[in-house]
């Protein structure tokens, strides 16, 4: 009976807030305080950017920065990821219900609500079954060259708000047509509006702060007003909207925008709508996970922390599913948010929760002020975020490093901005795993001799070495697996058949950390051709876990040679010259 009653480390381990509160204390929840301020006027203007990016009500951005991060608070471990609405995941929403043809219908809302869920739910069910290792088959190079092509789009799709004009497109020739053949219908105000705030915020990102400190302000004071940048480009330029009457004058404004808590919503659970959103949910929970994952574990690293990726599954599937019953859509862990929220001094998740409620306090309170907000200040919001998410030097870092990661790469971006999001992220997924493949299947063999007055053996191409005719060792420096086993067979034939003094064949296996099925045939298979040329094969350095599954077949009974403990012992036992030499 006590079985099925799990233990408190056990609950502990699925609700970590109970870890973390138990030493919660005054200095922790002032510390938590001022992060939350500083993270709720920085997510303010994004969240209602970050909306309008992915097709939606301005309203619903402000709707996904409140029980999402209330969630977050409760089932992950990272105490200062910052979950909400993020650029990239804007994006993928716009696109995969774009697809749908609803745009500015209820439905449209619907499915984008829908995607969470089904988001959320997907990642659930990867964290209670433990898949997330699976992003670790996703390249880094290739998720950053799609982040990197994403930035560019969203920057792009951003400019038609920037001069007041329409465009449509969804890659960046579509795009670019677009703002080329509408370039004649700029508004001059609503451009003068637009670049003057995208000047300013990429001012207040390196320069606000240091002129702030040279006037003699407190540290802490003026990197919260230095945060509130965008709030503040968002107050003035509402103003000068509402004072001058400029939406008569034809700049586009945000209207009204419904104030009150986020309704509760239910998903729709139309099969047809889920089939046609699956993939991009997929390829939503992936994404995001990864880029969440890949910030946590780098904050968490600068205070010893650690974090569960398994349970940071729960937490973000958690925090899609609180979206989409409270009329949000896709959240995940954003950069820019989580390095502003741990710089601002948070301690735990109860930042998130606290900044929750600021949210929905402006979403009570604030939102009939948003009615005279100019559509160009968001899209200069978005601009200046993304831009950061911009960085081509991944080309030329893998151009230099390696030339097969640099081809996957360019080929993300290039299909990323010539074929739209959906293409890119699904060659990237593609790509990364065929990379791996790859590189895999083709492992690095090196023929070994012994380094002179030693007991160490090494490549033969690249090291002074003693070898002997009679034997060819060669080190595997890869797991054994169905795609390159027959990589194997093929190098140890190709190998012999031009020395006939061999007798011996050495398999050194001290980089071998798994064999399967498939390659323990090949292996059955080299030992019963290699008999038959009159060569014994034998095994060096065989690793416990794998001598134990060796073990339970009749692989070793059958061997024609020997497993030594080390490649020394087997030089020793099948060259005597070597022990007499006492090279040891």
Request: glycine fraction near 8%; aromatic fraction near 8%; charge should be neutral.
């Amino acid at each position: 009976m006590n079985r099925l009653i799990p233990s408190r480390a056990q609950v502990e381990r699925h609700l970590p807030i109970l870890q973390w509160s138990k030493t919660y204390n005054r200095a922790t929840l002032t510390s938590d305080g001022v992060a939350a301020i500083i993270v709720t006027i920085m997510l303010i203007p994004q969240s209602l950017a970050y909306a309008l990016l992915a097709g939606l009500p301005a309203q619903m951005g402000l709707y996904a920065s409140i029980l999402p991060l209330v969630a977050y608070a409760i089932f992950g471990t990272s105490r200062a990821l910052a979950v909400g609405p993020v650029a990239v995941v804007s994006l993928m929403t716009a696109a995969a219900v774009g697809n749908m043809a609803l745009q500015g219908t209820a439905e449209y809302a619907l499915a984008a609500v829908t995607l969470a869920f089904m988001s959320g739910v997907i990642l659930l069910v990867m964290g209670v079954f433990r898949l997330g290792f699976l992003a670790n088959f996703l390249s880094h190079p290739v998720i950053a060259g799609f982040i990197t092509a994403s930035g560019v789009l969203i920057a792009t799709s951003q400019l038609k708000h920037i001069f007041g004009i329409e465009a449509q497109g969804h890659n960046l020739i579509q795009l670019l047509s677009s703002l080329v053949g509408h370039l004649a219908q700029t508004n001059i105000i609503t451009l003068v509006i637009g670049v003057a705030t995208v000047v300013f915020l990429f001012w207040v990102r390196k320069g606000l702060k240091p002129a702030l400190l040279a006037t003699g302000m407190a540290p802490r004071l003026a990197d919260i007003l230095a945060k509130a940048g965008p709030v503040g480009a968002v107050v003035v330029t509402t103003l000068a909207v509402w004072l001058f009457n400029l939406d008569e004058a034809g700049v586009k404004i945000v209207g009204a925008v419904p104030s009150g808590l986020p309704p509760l919503t239910v998903p729709s659970f139309d099969p047809d709508i889920w089939s046609q959103l699956f993939v991009a949910a997929l390829l939503i929970s992936v994404i995001g996970f990864v880029e969440s994952v890949s910030v946590a574990q780098t904050l968490a690293a600068k205070k010893r922390q650690r974090i569960v990726p398994d349970q940071e599954l729960v937490g973000l599937g958690a925090s899609n599913i609180a979206a989409a019953l409270s009329g949000g859509y896709p959240v995940t862990g954003g950069f820019a948010r989580s390095v502003v929220n741990f710089d601002a001094g948070a301690e735990t998740p109860a930042a998130g929760a606290f900044t929750a409620i600021g949210i929905a306090l402006a979403a009570l309170l604030l939102t009939p002020l948003l009615f005279f907000l100019p559509k160009a200040t968001l899209a200069a919001t978005i601009i200046v975020a993304v831009m950061s998410l911009v960085d081509f030097s991944i080309l030329t870092k893998t151009w230099a490093y390696s030339k097969v990661d640099f081809a996957a790469v360019f080929a993300t971006i290039f299909l990323t901005l010539i074929s739209g999001v959906e293409v890119g992220v699904s060659t990237g997924v593609a790509l990364s795993i065929l990379l791996f493949l790859y590189k895999t299947s083709r492992p690095h063999i090196a023929e070994v001799g012994l380094v002179p007055g030693t007991q160490h053996f090494r490549n033969i191409k690249r090291h002074t070495v003693e070898t002997h005719p009679d034997v060819l060792a060669i080190r595997i420096d890869e797991s054994l697996y169905f795609a390159n086993a027959r990589f194997l067979e093929d190098y140890i034939y190709d190998r012999v058949v031009c020395d006939q003094p061999i007798k011996h064949v050495v398999l050194m296996c001290s980089a071998v950390n798994e064999i399967d099925m498939s390659a323990l045939e090949s292996l059955e298979e080299i030992n019963h051709r290699l008999n038959g040329m009159g060569i014994a094969l034998h095994l060096s350095e065989v690793k416990g876990p794998v001598m134990d599954k060796l073990a339970r077949s009749p692989f070793l009974k059958e061997l024609t040679g020997q497993v030594f403990l080390s490649q020394y012992d087997a030089a020793v036992a099948l060259t005597p010259k070597t022990a007499a030499d006492g090279t040891a």
